[in-house]
């Protein structure tokens, strides 16, 4: 067997749910329990690899790129808040998210916690939205009744990703976060805007560690 033909039958062992494919499932799975941007670059491999187009994982280009990004970027900031003033607050979940108080005013801690927010969130959108719809979408189909089911499960891999780093009350949150970011990217087939929306979600968590305003906008509607 040539190189050829020996790379087209690995990139159609990788595209299928033989051994190569469902290893290549279950470690970039495994690469979000450690960090976001190990299963980004495991994707990358993956898509070179599989011979796998960008376009197939969501990466399509907006046709007005600055309003596309700039609308999900406001997006993100305006779910974050109401998902912090009225949503987590009806759920029962506390005012302070404890696990990341060490950023509270904390200027040295900043930088690594907005690398981390920034790169974990594409390495998670392009998991649970661009990649696992790919290989669902392969398994289940299109349909709506498909993507609904898409939605439901990477919702519920999302949710239990966050519930040893962040508790029940993040799994909470990352149970809303995964059915509306799943939802719009079953809509759109499009990453930007939802990577956009992620990011900007995540770093107003953070701005409002760092000011010390969670308690203030999670009493702000419930007192």
Known sequence: ?????????????????GPWGLLAL??????????????????????????TPW?????????RWRRTVIVALLIGVAFK?????L???????????????YLAGNPL?????????????????MVYRGYLFERLGK????????????VVLTTALFALAHLSDQGIA??????????????????????????AAHAAFDLTAVALIYWRLESAVAHAVFR
């Open 26 to 51: 279950l470690g970039i799975i495994a690469g979000t329990l450690f960090f976001g941007s190990l299963s980004a670059l495991l994707i990358v491999w993956w898509a070179w690899r599989s011979h």
């Open 81 to 85: 808040l109401l998902m912090k003033a």
């Open 109 to 125: 801690a900043l930088p690594f916690a907005l690398y981390v927010v920034i790169f974990a969130g594409l390495g998670e959108e």
């Open 1 to 17: 067997m040539n190189t050829r033909s020996m790379d087209d039958s690995l990139a159609a062992e990788l595209r299928g749910f």
């Open 170 to 195: 993040g799994a909470e949150q990352a149970t809303m976060t995964g059915l509306a970011f799943g939802v719009a990217y079953a809509v759109t087939e499009n990453l930007v805007p939802v990577i």
């Open 87 to 101: 949503v987590m607050p009806l759920l029962g979940a506390p005012a302070l998210n404890l696990r990341y108080q």
């Open 139 to 150: 398994l289940l189909g299109t349909g709506a009744g498909a993507r609904a089911t898409t």
């Open 55 to 63: 376009r197939e994982l969501g990466f399509r280009r907006p046709k």
